[in-house]
């Protein structure tokens, strides 16, 4: 599986899992909702990769990458319902449909306010296997 590929995966099935909020993916349009109520940013990235074998052909390439969520809720809503969304986030990769990506536990950051927004971002890292 190359990145592009685990890029593809992770962001078809985050949007036919994730029903909690909209979500903004990386390079397309997203208006937040107007009514201020919470969304998800997602972006997937890569972590760089090592040589997992001798010999070859195919050589295998052990591929690291992370998710990385970042929750909005508006700000002076308290911090329940960003780190119940945070909480939702970690349970749905945590049971993660068997694919060729395997996911690590994964934690929310420190919690931040800005403008009129309270975000809490959430990492999961992941690897997978590149054969080539």
Not at 78 to 103: C, K, N, T, Y
Not at 107 to 121: F, N
Request: charged share 20%.
């Amino acid at each position: 599986m190359r990145h592009a590929e685990a890029r593809a995966e992770i962001e078809t099935r985050f949007a036919a899992l994730w029903v909690a909020t909209p979500v903004a993916f990386e390079n397309v349009a997203f208006e937040p909702p107007a009514d201020d109520s919470p969304w998800v940013r997602l972006a997937v990235v890569s972590d760089g990769a090592e040589l997992a074998s001798i010999g070859g052909p195919p050589r295998r390439h052990r591929c690291h990458g992370h998710v990385s969520l970042e929750i909005s809720v508006p700000a002076g809503s308290g911090s329940r319902a960003a780190h119940d969304l945070a909480d939702q986030a970690l349970d749905l990769f945590a049971g993660w449909p068997v694919s060729e990506l395997i996911f690590l536990a994964g934690a929310p950051e420190p919690a931040r306010q800005s403008g009129q927004a309270y975000r809490v971002a959430v990492t999961v890292p992941f690897r997978h296997d590149d054969l080539r």
